[in-house]
T-cell receptor, first 114, second 109 residues
Framework: DGGITQSPKYLFRKEGQNVTLSCEQN?????MYWYRQDPGQGLRLIYY???????QKGDIAEGYSVSREKKESFPLTVTSAQKNPTAFYLC?????????????FGPGTRLTVL | KQEVTQIPAALSVPEGENLVLNCSFT??????LQWFRQDPGKGLTSLLL?????REQTSGRLNASLDKSSGRSTLYIAASQPGDSATYLC????????FGAGTRLTVKP
């Protein structure tokens, strides 16, 4: 069953902790993306990767870090430097490099800071 | 910088009504525009993708149009059903992907 999986579905973080959100795809897509969604706002791009071992910052990368060691995996770490991390996080992938390709989205992870 | 706006922010209609959702963007030099559906607490489901050279796309009861020169797209939903209740997002692609804030649609039985 092909698709994009994100885990966990819900995540709770204490102040000062780093947490890592998982994103895996078995679609053999080259590019992967992380977005943040806040109530009443559009999705905002955090990081993206168009090839293994390479990634670029999006509009709101501060306080986040990523890695792309394998084609199918693109984990996102929310560090303690992120001032307001409570949000819904969406991972996406697309078949080729470049922004013209259609993106497919995972089910999301809701992160709450306690 | 590309700005994407969706109006209205929320819409409530009785079942069976035809409706139009609006999306506007400030820079017409786009690769394509995509409409998504999002159910509460879920990811995005792609509905329709319109390439910059196309004027419209249809899928079942959905029809999306694109007027690049005026920076507008509409999503037409025919014969609305309670199951259509969701948030509808539009996104445009240039050198990145920009999303609108969405229109929350409620279809009442």
């Amino acid at each position: 069953d092909g698709g994009i999986t994100q885990s966990p579905k819900y995540l709770f973080r204490k102040e000062g902790q780093n947490v890592t959100l998982s994103c895996e795809q078995n679609l053999n897509h080259d590019a992967m993306y992380w977005y943040r969604q806040d109530p009443g706002q559009g999705l905002r791009l955090i990081y993206y990767s168009q090839i293994v071992n390479d990634f670029q910052k999006g509009d709101i990368a501060e306080g986040y870090s990523v890695s792309r060691e394998k084609k199918e995996s693109f984990p996102l770490t929310v560090t303690s430097a992120q001032k307001n991390p409570t949000a819904f996080y969406l991972c996406a992938s697309s078949i080729g490099r470049g922004w013209a390709n259609e993106q497919f989205f995972g089910p999301g992870t809701r992160l709450t800071v306690l | 910088k590309q700005e994407v706006t969706q109006i209205p922010a929320a819409l409530s209609v009785p079942e069976g009504e035809n409706l139009v959702l609006n999306c506007s963007f400030t820079d017409s030099a786009i690769y394509n525009l995509q409409w998504f559906r999002q159910d509460p607490g879920k990811g995005l489901t792609s509905l329709l993708l319109i390439q910059s050279s196309q004027r419209e796309q249809t899928s079942g009861r959905l029809n999306a149009s694109l007027d690049k020169s005026s920076g507008r797209s509409t999503l037409y939903i025919a014969a609305s059903q309670p199951g259509d209740s969701a948030t509808y997002l539009c996104a445009v692609r240039q050198n990145d992907m920009r999303f609108g804030a969405g229109t929350r649609l409620t279809v009442k039985p």
